[in-house]
């Protein structure tokens, strides 16, 4: 069945789509997935400062969530119908679509309720194809985190490794999936990854990209201790796991709370000591797992010195790799996640892992809007398959247009 994933993660910058050909294989113990291609679109600058206004703890109106619901979804069709079109040829079977995180509501370490706006009706009037979206509701309805819910598909990538092998995300927001030799899997978010760095850019210097390209500011810097310890001092790193976290907590007052009293640090020096942050939390989170290798993807892996940090902050014997190596590209491999558990609950299978959420079992994720053909659902396989094998690439997997 060839899929096209949809996401847009917590940075909110752009929208990726990915298109798979999925299949089962070994009697259905096997999923697998060819690699048909990726491609980019950044929200219009007017969407994304919508949104950027939007989100907690800015106050707002429901009709600024009913406009924002709608245009996102329009921004989803959009892409969906290039991907259709670029990626798969005009024969899409189903598109699933993560949407755009806006809130997730957690304290205490307990999940009460998530909301991603993107409405998939506009993805399914304009591609004509059935649309699972809404993912995370399920799993937060049956007691668990809603996320990281890429962690069911991390495991079937990483099940069979040697050692103790790990997968990693830096997105807005760090999370790591584990699988230790002995005792249930592991997933959670570490704490912040980009969020923090991109708000002290854009503090900092309004008049740049937004981001600190290539880690070069951070580079330029010197970790300043002081702040570093009132940052580590954060209660949400002493959570046990299951823990999720998001831009609620980890916003740019957040960050102007954090620098108060620290006036006349240079920039460079707050890059540096936020980029020592995430890769700090990332490593204490690893650390007492014993993880031997650690695959790493999500837009932070395009900065070196983020990258750098890390491997000097995790053990000698962590391998820092890139989750190319498992078949999936860096950028592409959320989207590529999510149209598999697209395709899992298109079947009828579970698109949690339990053990790595915290909820009370398997559920069936999403929700189905059916597009402008006649729905017709497969047979429900009888079993859930327990691993992913990539096959080589049919397509541009690793193509990406960003503006």
């Given at each position: 069945m060839r899929v096209v994933g949809l996401m847009s993660g917590t940075s909110h910058d752009a929208v990726d789509a990915a298109a798979a050909d999925l299949t089962f294989a070994d009697g259905g113990e096997t999923l697998s997935l060819v690699p048909l291609g990726m491609i980019s679109a950044p929200y219009e600058d007017s969407l994304r400062a919508?949104?950027?206004?939007a989100l907690p703890p800015a106050p707002t109106t429901l009709a600024d969530v009913c406009v924002l619901d709608t245009r996102i979804g329009q921004a989803f069709a959009e892409l969906a119908v290039r991907a259709d079109r670029e990626l798969c040829a005009d024969r899409a079977e189903l598109i699933a679509s993560h949407g755009q995180t806006v809130y997730h509501w957690a304290s205490g370490g307990v999940v009460h309720g998530t909301l991603q706006l993107g409405r998939p009706a506009w993805i399914a009037e304009a591609t004509g194809c059935p649309v699972v979206a809404d993912f995370r509701p399920g799993d937060?309805?049956?007691?668990?985190?809603?996320?990281?819910?890429?962690?069911?598909?991390?495991?079937?990538?990483?099940?069979?490794r040697p050692g103790v092998p790990a997968a990693l995300n830096v997105g807005g927001i760090a999370n790591v999936t584990a699988l230790p030799t002995a005792g249930p899997p592991l997933a959670f978010d570490t704490g912040p990854g980009n969020a923090l760095l991109d708000a002290a850019v854009r503090r900092l210097r309004p008049d740049g990209p937004g981001y600190d390209e290539g880690g070069a500011l951070a580079a330029a810097g010197r970790v300043h201790e002081p702040l570093l310890s009132r940052l580590l001092a954060e209660p949400y790193y002493g959570l046990p796991a299951p823990r999720t976290t998001g831009k609620e907590l980890f916003h740019p007052g957040y960050l102007d709370a954090a620098l108060a009293g620290f006036d006349g640090l240079a920039p460079q020096d707050v890059l540096a000591t936020l980029t020592r942050l995430t890769a700090r939390t990332v490593a204490d989170a690893l650390g007492p797992l014993g993880v031997t290798e650690v695959f790493a993807s999500g837009g932070g892996t395009r900065n070196p010195t983020l990258m750098s940090a890390l491997r000097e902050e995790l053990p000698s014997r962590t391998a820092l790799l890139d989750s190319e190596l498992l078949g999936l590209p860096a950028g592409a491999k959320e989207a590529y996640a999510f149209a598999v558990l697209g395709f899992l609950a298109f079947h009828g299978l579970p698109g949690n892992a339990p053990a790595c959420t915290g909820a009370r079992g398997?559920?069936?994720?999403?929700?189905?809007?059916?597009?402008?053909?006649?729905?017709?659902?497969?047979?429900?396989?009888?079993?859930?398959?327990?691993?992913?094998?990539?096959?080589?690439?049919?397509?541009?997997?690793?193509?990406a247009e960003r503006g």
């Open positions: 919508a949104l950027t206004a937060v309805a049956a007691g668990g985190q809603g996320a990281p819910l890429v962690s069911l598909v991390d495991l079937m990538l990483l099940r069979g398997p559920r069936i994720l999403g929700s189905l809007t059916p597009g402008r053909r006649p729905l017709h659902l497969p047979a429900r396989p009888s079993r859930a398959p327990l691993s992913l094998v990539v096959a080589p690439t049919a397509g541009p997997a690793g193509r």
